[in-house]
């Protein structure tokens, strides 16, 4: 059973910014954080450290909080690894916290676009977004509040497409639909609307913007 963290390591997880998690100490506390999986340590330099989620719930539960394996399983998986959600899966259990864990992936992602651009910019995806399509195209619709679609609601579902770097995102909601190209387009896509052949239904095709 793991154990929980330390009061140093406490008051590090403490002290997180509340948006987006990021956390400062010593070499050998953040790297106990690490270990107990309630950090991680981001891969581009400067190298800064972030709570995961299930770091966020230590920190919402207060000063006698359990370690992570007192914790219920995070939404994202059980290992505590973010997952953007593609649509299908079922919904998360404390949506509050879903929503504070995609607002620290997607600040996440921005700063890789921040650190890899040639010029800075962050209005447009990146070689980590190009390589993963499906998700990063999920997390731009989570972040700017698209529901996906449950077992028992309707909503976005994204899915891969034969066309070289380009996804298909599908809602039978009109109103969503835009809303999904409108988030996309703000986040960096470039998005077009079809219809399946003989009136099939309507669904975007999305492609990372390189300019």
Not at 40 to 61: I, K, M
Not at 97 to 115: C, D, F
């Amino acid at each position: 059973m793991t154990r929980p963290p330390t009061a140093a390591q406490r008051r590090i997880i403490d002290a997180a910014d509340p948006q987006t998690g990021r956390i400062s100490g010593g070499a050998a506390q953040l790297a106990r954080l690490v270990a107990l999986k309630l950090a991680f340590r981001h891969p581009r330099p400067p190298h800064e450290h972030f709570l995961t989620p299930a770091g966020h719930r230590v920190r919402e539960a207060g000063p006698e909080a359990p370690g992570p394996a007192a914790a219920p399983a995070p939404p994202s998986g059980s290992d505590g690894v973010f997952t953007a959600r593609l649509g299908g899966e079922p919904a998360p259990p404390s949506p509050p916290a879903r929503a504070r864990e995609v607002r620290t992936a997607w600040q996440g992602l921005l700063e890789i676009r921040r650190m890899t651009a040639p010029d800075g910019a962050t209005d447009r995806p990146c070689a980590w977004e190009r390589s993963r399509l499906p998700h990063a195209a999920a997390l731009a619709l989570e972040a700017a509040g698209c529901p996906p679609a449950t077992a028992t609601a309707p909503g976005y579902r994204v899915t891969e497409t034969p066309q070289p770097e380009a996804v298909a995102v599908h809602d039978p909601d009109p109103e969503n639909r835009a809303a999904c190209a409108a988030a996309l387009r703000q986040a960096g896509w470039q998005v077009s609307e079809h219809a399946r052949p003989r009136g099939g239904d309507r669904y975007l095709l999305a492609s990372p913007r390189r300019a």
